[in-house]
């Protein structure tokens, strides 16, 4: 997914939403050429709710696989059930119906052990990955993705290997682990470009994107979801078009291009809306709040937030719901409540260490830091950006560490040691120019 997801189906800036493509793998129905009338029909509607979901998305194309399943029923099609069971959980998993997706995904890959079928085992297995990943349950997610991965080599099923190492690549992402993460991608493409899924090799540049854009690097990643968006037009696809779109808008924030980002993120928002992509939109909506808190227009910013939590709260999204807690903490603290900034803070703290992300524990042990320097207590401050320095370096997150530098750099001229804050923004000074990270370029020198 892309995102997802694209599910092949991210400051603080750096607390901005980061949409990736997940991918499964393309699932046909069996038997098309030569079942009986009936089964045809099913197989026919079951078809043209695929081409709906990948084209307009989950909304539209939710009906289609209601009238699909209840076809395959009445012919005892026990294999084109259970394909579109797992196809009707994808949809609840993007409605952010996670119990209802888990039990049809589930069901599905019941159905699929029974009949035998590795193949359709796989896909199942990849998009159970893709559900546990979004709930922030990455210990399954790998080791589901895994075995979708040994099935697709067992099979030479080159489609399901490269999705399932797509949507492996999105943990590595979120559990800062950019090495092992480029690497899945980079083999994905490989896999890719031996078939004729020409949407797979799009959600890749996409996710490819995403890894760059997790690191500050806006130039590079804006290069990428420019190539994913131009492969999506062509072949008219929405709910991909409007992740990359709001990919692309993340970019212009960080290359503080606001007018472009804000214009960009509604275009995303709209689409996502008329795809039913309920978490994209309001990944959208929390990147649109964190442009107009540079903007100055923390009224509309905030607005923006409190929906997108209410949203993530509901749905069970906690890597969603902790960028959103960090950047209404921010919020906060620009309008002078250091005390709600601070609950928010802990909270996002808490909740990234509970499920072990790493980009969400160092931007906000950055934001507690913020609170102490505000407070005058300098050396605490330091404590606190230091740690958050070394998590960030370790993980190679060049954006986190070059916030937290510039910040290390104010403790440390409030204590008085000169030579010392220069080095830190100098290093963040550097950090800037050789991502194009311009905000963060002229906020260090």
């Not at 994905?188 to 899924?197: D, I």
């Not at 309008?335 to 906000?364: C, M, Q, W, Y």
């Amino acid at each position: 997914m892309r995102c997802p997801p694209k599910l092949i189906f991210c400051l603080a800036l750096s607390l901005l939403p980061l949409a990736v493509h997940a991918q499964t793998a393309n699932v046909s129905p069996r038997g098309i050429g030569d079942t009986p009338a009936k089964v045809q029909k099913a197989a026919d509607v079951l078809s043209q709710a695929r081409k709906l979901y990948s084209e307009e998305g989950p909304k539209v194309a939710f009906p289609e696989f209601e009238k699909a399943l209840a076809l395959f029923r009445n012919e005892g099609d026990r294999l084109g059930e259970a394909v579109t069971l797992g196809l009707i959980g994808n949809c609840h998993k993007k409605f952010g119906d996670f119990p209802k997706a888990l039990d049809f995904l589930q069901r599905a890959l019941a159905m699929k052990r029974e009949l035998g079928d590795r193949s359709e085992q796989g896909k199942t297995l990849s998009h159970l990955g893709l559900l546990y990943w979004e709930m922030g349950q990455y210990a399954p997610a790998i080791e589901h993705f895994n075995k979708a991965i040994a099935l697709g080599a067992q099979l030479k099923d080159r489609i399901l290997e490269a999705s399932s190492r797509n949507n492996l690549g999105l943990v590595y992402d979120e559990l800062g682990e950019y090495r092992k993460s480029l690497e899945e991608y980079n083999r994905a493409l490989e896999l890719y470009r031996g078939t004729s899924f020409e949407r797979g090799i799009s959600d890749t540049i996409g996710n490819i994107g995403g890894k760059h854009l997790l690191l500050g690097e806006y130039g590079e990643a804006l290069r990428y979801y420019q190539q994913a968006l131009e492969m999506d037009e062509r072949a008219n696809l929405k709910p991909g078009m409007s992740l990359d779109l709001q990919n692309i808008a993340l970019c212009y924030v960080g290359m503080g291009r606001l007018p472009e980002a804000l214009e960009t993120f509604d275009r995303s928002i709209k689409l996502a809306n008329e795809a039913g992509l309920k978490k994209e939109a309001a990944d959208s909506q929390k990147g649109k709040g964190s442009a107009l808190v540079q903007l100055g227009k923390y009224t509309e910013a905030l607005n923006q937030y409190r929906v997108t939590l209410q949203i993530y709260e509901a749905a069970g999204l906690k890597q969603q719901l902790i960028e959103g807690l960090g950047d209404l903490g921010n919020l906060e603290l620009r309008l002078g409540d250091a005390g709600s900034a601070e609950k928010e803070f802990r909270r996002a703290l808490d909740l990234s260490r509970s499920i072990n992300h790493p980009r969400g524990v160092i931007t906000n042990l950055i934001a507690l830091g913020d609170l102490e320097w505000r407070r005058k207590r300098y050396t605490e401050a330091g404590a606190l950006y230091r740690d958050a320095l070394a998590r960030a370096n370790a993980a190679g997150d060049q954006g986190s560490a070059a916030a937290a530098s510039i910040q290390l750099a104010l403790a440390e001229r409030s204590l008085g040691h000169f030579e010392n804050a220069a080095t830190e923004a100098q290093k963040a000074a550097e950090i800037g120019r050789t991502t194009q990270a311009r905000p963060i370029e002229g906020e260090a020198l």
